[in-house]
């Protein structure tokens, strides 16, 4: 072989070499970016995954305070009255009271009339906004809804009895607003 074609061969094979050394260190480039990029992938699914996370504890939480505040306003909704009916109540007892006075006078019959019409109209609007009366009267007592201020021995009538309601009690929707004072047999 002469010269020309060894040193043609040897740079054949130079170049290949460089050409296959130029193919490893550009593979090598790729898989060390192949590498970053997995890393990188890696980190972002992470962090996602605690994005996700952080996502569905602000979202329980807000559904949370969500049927927090709406059961806080049902509930608020519902006894809205219960300070005006405790105020309203004595105003209630007077008004009974009155109409307990017998007179012959025909005035007073007139005015008796009036105040009549005034307490069943306050006892309409309270009904109709919640605020019933306690019926206790010759019904077994029930510390729940009444307080027992008196005993009384009567002939006739089993232990236990509520024979008189001395201050009447009322319920606002399902909550006691004024338990009702009575008197019950021994």
Known sequence: MTDKKKKKEEKEKNEKEEIVAEAVEENEKKESETDKLKEEIERLKA????????????????????KRLQSEFEK???????DFGKEVLPIIDNLERALQVNSDSEELKNYAKGFEMIYAQLVEILRKEGIVEIDCLNKEFDANYQHAIMQEAKEGVKSGIVIEVLQKGYMLKDRILRPALVKVSE
């Open 47 to 66: 962090e996602l995954a605690e994005s996700k996370n952080a996502f569905y504890k602000a979202y329980a939480d807000t559904e949370n305070t969500k």
């Open 76 to 82: 608020s909704n519902k006894y809205k009255l219960q």
